[in-house]
Structures are given as C-alpha cells and as structure tokens.
C-alpha cells in the first residue's frame, strides 16, 4: 500500500513539474519575506477567476465533442498540413487580441490538438503548440487588453490609444511576418481523418458555448468576475459535473504560486535596487531579461516603479514574453496542455520550446533596438 503511494506521489510530480518548481520557488522566497497581510494583494483575483472559468467551459466543450468536430472542419476545409497549421496559429493570434493571451491559448490548443491527433500528425504537435504559444504571446502585444501587462501599464501611466499602438505596431507587425515564415515551412502533407466524428448535441453545445461567452465577458469586465465565476461553477455542477472534475487544477495552483514568488521579489531590496540600476542603463533591455526570470506580468508591476520610459518598459515586456518557460504563465498553459497528451517527450519539447522561442526573443530584440535607433 504505501509503495503505491509513493508511485502515485511521484507519478503526479512528474505531471506537475512546473507546479513543484512554482512551489518551490514561493517556499524559498516566503523565508526571506515572512507570511503577512500583504501577501493577499499578491493574487490576480480575476486572472485567477477567468482562467477557472475558462477551463471548466472548455473542458464541458470537449466533452461534447466539440474540438473534434471543429478540427474536422478545419481538415476538410483546408485539406493540407501547412494551411491548416496556419490557420491554427493565426486564431489564436487574433483571439489573443480580443480575449488576451491566456484565454486564446485554452480555447485553441485543444483546436490543434484535435487536428493533429485526427488526421495522425502527431510528430507536428510539439512544433504546432510552440508557434501558438508565440503568436498568442506576441499576438496580444497591440492592444491593451491582449496581454495582462499590457493593461496593467495602460491603466498606470494611462497611455493614448494611439500612442499605445503606435509603441507597439512595429513589433507586432515583425513577429507577423516571422510566425508566418515558421507556418509556412511546414510540409503541405494532404489531411484526412482517421475515423468519423461523433455528431453534435446541439442544445448542450450552445449552452456551453453561452457559457464560454460569459467567460469573455468576465475578462472584458461585462461581468464582474465574482458574479460569472459563480454562474458557471452552478451551472456546471447542474449541467456537467465531470467537466469541473477535469479542470486542470495544478495549473491553477502553478499560479498562485508563481504570484507569491513574484510577490516577494517586489519586496527583496536588493533585488529592487539592483533592478533600478539596471532600468538606468537600457529599459527594453533589462526589462526584457526580467521576464525570462519572474515572468512578463509580475516584471511589468515590479518595474514600472522604478522607469518613466513607459514605451520601452512597454515592448520589452511584450517581447521578454516569449524565451524561457516561465517568460510568461501563459507558456505553462501550453507546456502543461502538451505534456498531458505527450509526457513522455517533455524534454524534446522543452529543447524546440527554448530554440524556437529564443529565435524569436533575438530577432525581435535587435529589430526593437534598431527601430529606437532610427527614431531618436
């Protein structure tokens, strides 16, 4: 009995690396910053609400089938590996416009998943989730409420909306062209599907998809996030009850821990004053690197109180998103999401996540530092 235990303890380790990383790095740092009240105004309370509510909905979608049967459209629409791929990461760059990165990325993953696996191309699905990651990261980088901190230092330094994308149009319209490059390398392989498709319970599709609806609201602030979070855990329990047992509650849990970490940070001193030094010297630079360490989101609320150079700290938190695994949480949703259909081939995942995303964090780095440079 206790020996499956322990192979059940480490079974859900291995699943939940990231979590244990996220963990251990809060554990650590709440030694330097011991437990208090101000531990609560770490949480993204919203941020926490949406993504629950999001996972849940699209867990009540597949139960339906629905991704299958979209990705069946997809496929028989496009026919070939390379068009399809491409209009795969093109919604999810446009939907991280429209409902930030992190929601683009649960509602479309499962979209790509159900194509590859569909029409037996699994060996494109490490190279497929990667150039979703990078365009739903990248792709929110215009407007203020595509990507967290684009809201939050829209909203602090209440920045223009024209200036807003005017600060960002340059490199948004780069990592278009890139990410188009990278889709269109791929083979134009013909598609078919390996079995036929389940047929579509309409009533309960379209109340999900209501559902999903109010999950939207919630993140454009339509519906304070208390009253949908409420809603839909009711209507769920009612409705699908496995679907809120199947919400990928680790993740949520990697989260919260990766605040608390981010959290403590902001109150280390030598960690802020070595920040403001570095800020000094090139805010699009440092901020850049800030990312690959604690994340875009919590680099953003860190050092916007240490710069007045909102247009630099602006792009480099945006383009510091794509890099390292924890560059932005919104790239644990992918790892994990690849991980729980592939957790064997992790480590093959994590060295074509890291070449692909660091690809993209140089070239748009040095076009970033050469479009400064023509317009000082």
């Keep these: ?26 554990l650590i740092t709440s030694f330097i910053v011991p437990v208090d009240s101000e531990y609560l ?12 509510c999001v996972l849940a909905v699209v867990c009540a979608l597949k139960d339906v089938n629905f991704f299958y049967i979209l990705a069946e459209k997809v496929v ?3 026919k070939n590996l390379r068009v399809c791929v491409l209009v795969l990461v093109y919604i999810t760059f446009i939907g991280s416009m429209l409902i930030a990165n992190d929601m683009a990325l649960l509602t479309f993953l499962p979209l790509g998943y159900f194509v590859l696996s569909s029409t037996g191309k699994q060996k494109y699905m490490a190279y497929v989730f990667i150039l979703q990651n ?14 967290p901190q684009n809201l939050y230092l829209y909203t602090k330094f209440e920045i223009p909306n024209l200036e807003f994308m005017e600060i960002m149009a340059p490199p948004f319209v780069a990592a278009i062209a890139i990410i188009t490059v990278c889709c269109l390398i791929l ?16 009533k309960r599709t379209a109340f999900y998809l209501v559902l999903f ?30 679907a809120l047992a199947s919400v990928d509650y680790p993740l949520l849990l990697t989260f919260v821990f990766f605040f608390i970490f981010a959290g403590n940070m902001a109150r280390i001193q030598p960690v802020v004053t070595l920040l403001s030094g570095l800020l000094d010297k090139s805010t699009l630079l440092f901020s850049i690197i800030s990312c690959q360490f604690i994340s875009n989101v919590p680099s953003a609320i860190l050092l916007s109180g240490f710069t007045d150079n909102y247009a630099d700290l602006l792009v480099g938190v945006n383009i510091g998103g794509v890099g390292t695994i924890i560059a932005s949480l919104a790239s ?14 992790t480590l093959r995942y994590l060295g074509e996540f890291s070449l692909l995303n660091f690809g993209f964090l140089i070239f748009l780095t040095v076009f970033q530092t050469v479009v400064d440079s023509l317009t000082v």
């Excluded at 105004?41 to 629950?52: V, W």
């Excluded at 644990?332 to 081939?345: M, Q, S, V």
């Design 187 to 202: 083979p134009a392989e013909k598609l078919s599907l390996d079995d036929t498709p389940p047929k579509l319970d309409v």
């Design 134 to 147: 990078i365009a739903a990261n990248l792709g929110g980088m215009l407007t203020p409420f595509g990507n």
């Design 41 to 52: 105004g770490y949480f993204d309370y919203k941020t926490l609400a949406c993504l629950f």
């Design 76 to 78: 028989q629409h496009f």
């Design 332 to 345: 644990l949703i992918t790892f994990r999401e690849y991980h729980r259909h592939n957790p064997k081939k």
């Design 213 to 242: 609806a109010l999950s939207i609201a919630i993140v454009f602030r339509g519906v304070p996030y208390q009253i949908g979070l409420v809603v839909i855990f009711i209507a769920l329990m009612i409705a699908d009850r496995h």
């Design 1 to 26: 009995m206790h020996t499956s235990i322990a192979e059940n303890l480490l079974t859900f380790l291995r699943k939940n690396v990231v979590m244990c990383v996220a963990l251990l790095a809060a």
